[in-house]
């Protein structure tokens, strides 16, 4: 079955979480407790999956306040919802299966994989794939 932000909406709600589109100002996607904030006006179905991932793998994965960034153990909390994302987004399966496919451009892999393009290449970046800085 492939992953949309619909399927990603029904496991929030399966694992208790409130996702609501709001008026976001300064971030995408935003996680406190049991709800989580999408930014509304996220035009791509695509980057707003990618976006709700990340947020539920804070969930997952994540403990308090952590949107300072120059702290070291916030950073480290931040990597780990997006490695969260990453595998349940573009699991190393689903990139092989795209790439066997002839879809070995970026833009074409996001495309049949149905991501954002950023999210992909940070993915395929993860997961030794692809060798870029960002």
């Known amino acids: 079955m492939e992953l949309t932000y619909e399927t990603l909406l029904d496991e929030a709600l ?9 008026k976001l100002q300064s971030v995408d996607g935003l996680q406190v407790g049991t709800r989580i904030a999408i930014r509304k006006d996220i035009e791509m ?8 991932a990340e947020e539920i793998g804070h969930y997952m994965t994540s403990a308090g306040n952590i949107l ?14 997006r490695v969260w994302a990453f595998n349940r987004v573009i699991p190393v399966e689903r990139i092989i299966e795209a790439a ?35």
């Open 100 to 134: 066997s496919k002839g879809y070995t451009q970026v833009y074409e892999m996001a495309e049949y994989l149905d991501v954002d393009e950023e999210f992909l290449r940070e993915g395929l970046t993860y997961h030794r794939i692809l060798d870029i800085s960002l």
């Open 14 to 22: 399966d694992a208790g979480l409130d996702v609501k589109e709001k």
């Open 68 to 81: 300072d960034q120059s702290d070291l153990n916030n950073a480290k909390q931040e990597r780990r919802a």
């Open 45 to 52: 179905s695509n980057k707003k999956m990618c976006v709700l």
